[in-house]
């Protein structure tokens, strides 16, 4: 199936949030309205103050390190000072600046004024960026929603949940209209740096375990760019009876993209806690604003030094609360909040000596990460157990349940050669794009209840390649069909034709028609723009011809599209009389065009075209 157009005008997707106006000269402390007895705001803090910060560097519990301040850079983010200091510690003598250090409380006089958060790329000594603390405690302070596209937050808000708004029209989603590569493509645009050397982010470290090479590899085209590394640094966790029940200043926090047979952690320190919520990182994770994804505490096993980046290493090992608030100086857990999650199930069948797998997952319901994750759980499980160099054809069928929708079911196909089928390869499945669709749609807040996949395997490569085409009859009589042979080419073996028929309408009669020649997975049906969520799910319904066929098609002329239908094959002057002149709604044209299907029993690579003249019926 052809690449999908790009989501670069989703308004829906927020991932980066309102930044306030009027930045001019003045300080960007936030004044009395943060202000704590027990913290210091940044204009008070001065060049050579020492003091300490907090953070877990083995197990759970936080351990002191030395900070000395260097100064202030005024307006290092839109309102927002950074205070930069030097570390101490013997570990960080050796790491330098730590990946999963974001949010070390850091104080002076025994008073927070920060979150260490911030580092230089290629640098060669403990020198580090602290975010002040009022800039957090604003963030803390934001209310909340009721709802986040559907899902309930803690009901404490007085704003009202309005639901995504849309800058697009449903012309982007008349089938699978959505590619996870270019969405990915589109966030890291909105992340990009200035310059090489800048300062940046202590990248979230995202711990990963129970990722095959090639998922890990998907992993990082689409996270690294968004400040997040994938590291196969972690491991499953689970719940561990031992560890804390609550967060605490300068422990460990994790934010659980993925869980169950594999797992993906963006592991960082809490900051500050207040009741309920808490404030950590120092910065943000994806920039997203509002937001529902599930939290653990963490537990650190050890900090790894690098030359070229440190971090932690470490584990989940208690499920607690949820990141709701995501934004320019720090993420904001609540303990009580509970996230929503999409369990995935994935079933490999057709092994050699293997009968069959069966893979468990859950996935965090975020526009961009479940479509993300989806890909490399199912890529990651295929490999760790079929990952053979031998030619191999694939099948799979999905079953996708939307609340309120029912289920859905998808189908896709395949022949890999040499190797099994890449994790890339279901990043481009039916599956993920109609997750990524439905989720980032114009209309109006959607959930994914669940995804099941089935693959099964044939090691062969069930494949013949379309080596030429013919005419039998390069003319013609109007009304009669034309016949194409085509010759076609399988892995081993004699070569075989086949003959493909059309029928010719006799108003084509004088005319000289090209006939297409093409598989029919390359091959999309026509269908109307939708106008509503329930329309574009209906249309994913066989979204393309029988992907073990070949496919005759010529262009028929001009069709229309309206309300969910289509009229084809209109005779000229149709679309001109039924559009309305007096109204802008109305019947949109589309491309028209004749298919004639043969199945062919083995997946087609290569097309075709010929020409045939049509002469003019005999009076």
Not at 590 to 609: C, K, L, M, N, W
Request: one cysteine or more; glycine letters at 10%.
């Amino acid at each position: 199936m052809r690449h999908l157009s790009s989501l670069l005008g989703l308004s829906a997707i927020g991932l980066l949030a309102t930044l306030p106006l009027g930045l001019g000269l003045k300080s960007a402390s936030a004044g009395a309205a943060t202000a704590r007895p027990d913290t210091m705001p940044v204009s008070q803090v001065k060049r050579g103050m020492k003091g300490y910060g907090l953070t877990v560097f083995e197990g759970t519990r936080p351990e002191r390190f030395d900070v000395e301040v260097i100064d202030v850079l005024r307006n290092f983010r839109p309102r927002q000072d950074l205070i930069l200091v030097k570390t101490k510690h013997p570990r960080l003598e050796v790491a330098k600046v730590v990946a999963g250090m974001s949010g070390s409380p850091i104080y002076l006089e025994n008073k927070m004024v920060g979150a260490y958060a911030y580092g230089w790329s290629f640098g060669s000594e403990p020198v580090a960026g602290v975010t002040p603390i009022d800039n957090m405690i604003e963030d803390l302070q934001r209310p909340l929603p009721d709802k986040i596209f559907g899902w309930p937050l803690k009901p404490t808000s007085r704003v009202a949940a309005s639901g995504p708004q849309a800058s697009n029209d449903g012309a982007r989603f008349r089938g699978l209209k959505y590619d996870l590569r270019q969405h990915a493509a589109a966030l890291a645009q909105r992340q990009a740096p200035a310059g090489a050397v800048t300062a940046a982010p202590v990248a979230t470290p995202l711990l990963v375990g129970g990722m095959s090479n090639g998922a890990l590899g998907l992993a990082r085209d689409l996270l690294s760019p968004l400040g997040m590394e994938p590291l196969q640094a972690g491991g499953g966790g689970g719940q561990d009876p031992a560890a804390p029940k609550r967060y605490e200043d300068g422990g460990a926090v994790g934010v659980q993209l993925i869980r169950g047979d594999m797992s993906a952690m963006g592991l960082g320190t809490v900051t500050r806690v207040e009741g309920d919520k808490l404030v950590a990182f120092g910065h943000p994770m994806m920039e997203a604003g509002v937001t529902a994804l599930p939290t653990c505490i963490g537990k650190v096993l050890w900090f790894l030094a690098s030359d070229q980046r440190s971090f932690k290493i470490g584990m989940g090992v208690r499920d607690v609360g949820a990141l709701v608030q995501d934004r320019q100086a720090s993420i904001v857990v609540s303990h009580s909040a509970q996230a929503p999650v999409v369990p995935l199930k994935v079933g490999i069948k057709g092994m050699p000596g293997l009968p069959s797998s069966n893979w468990s997952f859950e996935i965090a319901h975020e526009k961009f990460m479940t479509p993300s994750f989806m890909a490399v759980a199912i890529g990651s499980a295929l490999q760790s157990v079929a990952n053979e160099r031998q030619d191999v054809s694939w099948t799979a069928v999905s079953k996708l349940k939307i609340k309120g929708f029912g289920e859905i079911r998808l189908e896709d196909y395949g022949v890999a050669m040499g190797g099994t089928p890449e994790a890339g390869e279901f990043a481009r499945s039916n599956l993920v794009r109609a997750i990524g669709a439905v989720m980032n749609n114009p209309w109006q807040p959607a959930f994914i209840e669940s995804a099941e996949i089935e693959v099964e395997l044939h090691y062969a490569r069930d494949i013949l390649r379309l080596r030429g085409a013919e005419l039998l009859e390069p003319e013609v009589d109007a009304g009669k069909p034309a016949r194409v042979r085509v010759t076609l080419v399988p892995y081993s073996g004699p070569e075989v034709t086949r003959v493909l028929s059309v029928d010719l309408p006799a108003h084509l009669a004088g005319q000289t028609v090209a006939l297409d020649i093409a598989p029919g997975y390359m091959e999309e049906r026509e269908v109307a723009s939708p106008d509503s969520l329930s329309e574009m799910i209906g249309n994913f319904v066989s979204p393309i011809y029988p992907p073990k066929s070949l496919v005759v098609s010529y262009d028929s002329g001009s069709g229309l599209a309206f309300r969910g239908r289509v009229a084809k094959n209109l005779p000229p002057g149709a679309v001109d009389a039924i559009r309305p002149t007096t109204s802008s709604i109305g019947p949109d044209s589309v491309e028209s065009s004749v298919r004639a299907v043969t199945p062919i029993g083995q997946f087609v690579v290569g097309r075709d075209r010929v020409s045939v003249v049509i002469r003019p019926a005999l009076r």
